[in-house]
DNA sequence: CTTCGTGCAAAACCTTTGCATTAAA
DNA sequence: TTTAATGCAAAGGTTTTGCACGAAG
């Protein structure tokens, strides 16, 4: 059992770049460069990214030394192993990464119009997930959740574009 | 405002079939054979499949004359579209179907151990999201929840070899 | 030194598309 | 008879892999 608890009690006073360290020596993976390079871009700040956005982003900050294609890729996959990051869609066959880590469990809304992503936390809906996961003993490791439909501005851009119409 | 309760009234009497018809007919499209063969089919009976399991299924049964799989890919695209089908998962790289018509609306425990989906209906679950939603003036038009973990046969299985161990 | 990681190019893989042919309506 | 749909083959686009070289421990 308690091996099935390490994942949550790791010390969040580690920054990103300590605790992939920490995976990594778990591993015998050794901490290169261009992990290094990677673990920093990613979790200077909070945002939603697909791998071709990160590999544009990394090459746009001129001061970075480049981060081969395939390097990229084997290093979020193993960001996802050590519950640093996870995906939370696809978005036109792109897997899109967010933070799992130094930020609040949390789920989106998305919308269809504009592809915002807005995020919101509910200890309700973590409450019903695990009494629905005990009814049929299940034992939760996580979940994910999105919520399609119309963000407030497109519904307003939308409600002003039928106002015109109706004025016609 | 209207148009956006369309979806959700209609006619739950017709068959599967049926409402594909006046899906296509509404669009001015063909009911082909091969979209009869696969809309017969894939509703036959309730279950989860990916494109390659349908079209290996349907060449299975010997008597359905095949489909070739760029129609399946289209088909199946536009029984999205019709709102019968539904894309709860991407597994390994293939988009998993669900159906959406005919069966009441529900969401998944996914077991990363034998895979298994089990499926659960929570009207507590549409009423926070709900609530959620209208915190962010966002109209919900689905959503998409998938909780991750293991379930109670693989429980007991793990639980069976972690004692065998612990008798060693 | 030994082993792991990187970069390059090519492959794998699911899904989509162009086009000539076939079949609905 | 007109227009949409199919099947084939080939292309698209993201992600993965084989392998020789380079770097970490």
New binding site residues.
């Given amino acids: 059992m308690s091996e099935d608890f390490s994942l949550h009690t790791v010390d969040v006073a580690l920054t990103p770049r300590q605790r992939f360290e920490e995976y990594?020596q778990s591993r015998?993976?050794?901490?290169?460069?261009?992990?290094r390079i990677l673990v920093d871009f990613i979790f200077k700040r909070h945002d939603h990214f697909?791998?071709?956005e990160l590999i544009s982003a990394l090459a746009a900050e001129s001061s970075q030394r480049?981060?081969?294609?395939?390097?990229v890729?084997?290093?979020l996959?193993e960001l996802v192993e050590a519950g640093m990051l996870r995906i939370i869609m696809e978005n036109?066959?792109?897997?899109v990464y967010d933070h799992d880590y130094g930020y609040p469990a949390h789920d989106h809304l998305h919308c269809g119009e504009c592809g915002k992503l807005i995020e919101f936390h509910s200890e309700e809906l973590a409450r019903i997930r695990d009494a629905v996961a005990a009814e049929h003993g299940f034992r939760v490791a996580s979940h994910r959740l999105i919520v399609e439909g119309t963000c407030k501005e497109c519904l307003s851009a939308k409600r002003r574009r039928n106002r015109k119409l109706d004025r016609i």
């Fill in positions: 990594l015998s993976k050794r901490l290169t460069e261009q992990r697909d791998a071709d480049k981060v081969s294609r395939p390097t890729y084997r290093t996959g036109e066959g792109r897997a």
